[in-house]
């Protein structure tokens, strides 16, 4: 997407997740992760393009891999709480951690409303809260662009 530039190719992607492309997301994604396979703007995006196309299995795997890698990171337990949902496994175990990481500071109040999804995944509503938002968003203004990012809100 934007060779050498791992933050544009991250935006890249979640505007093609966005935008309902979530193959050609994870796709953007694979030269950041290459590079820099503990990039946590693109490992969490990945994860979102992983649940919304489907690919549970492979979604759980990484959520896993990220919260080994980074265990206080509210992220990774909400991704894998929605993957072990989706593949018909509720994990409370999962979305307690989240909730415990999260607390109920104001400035987690995304997590905290990617939980209660996360609790709660349905097959139409892979994309997560933040995602839905956003395209909401936009549909709602006529643009067929999805809105961009709003500043200091995600890890990218």
């Known amino acids: 997407v934007h060779p050498g530039d791992a933050g544009l ?10 935008s309902g492309r979530s193959d050609q997301a994870i796709g953007a994604l694979q030269p950041v992760l290459t590079a820099d396979p503990s990039h946590l703007g693109a490992r969490v995006i990945q994860l979102e393009a992983l649940l919304a196309s489907g690919r549970f299995e492979e979604a759980s795997s990484r959520a896993e891999m990220l919260r080994e890698d980074d265990p206080d990171f509210a992220w990774g337990w909400i991704h894998g709480a929605a993957a072990s949902a989706a593949l018909g496994n509720p994990s409370e175990e999962l979305l307690e951690r989240a909730r415990e990481i999260a607390g109920d500071c104001h400035c987690t109040s995304e997590e905290r409303e990617a939980i209660a999804w996360a609790a709660d995944v349905g097959l139409s509503q892979r994309v997560s809260p933040r995602g839905r938002a956003e395209i909401d968003a936009s549909a709602e203004g006529g643009s067929e662009e999805p809105a961009p990012p709003e500043s200091g809100r995600s890890p990218r």
């Open 9 to 18: 190719a991250v935006q890249g992607a979640e505007v093609m997740l966005l």
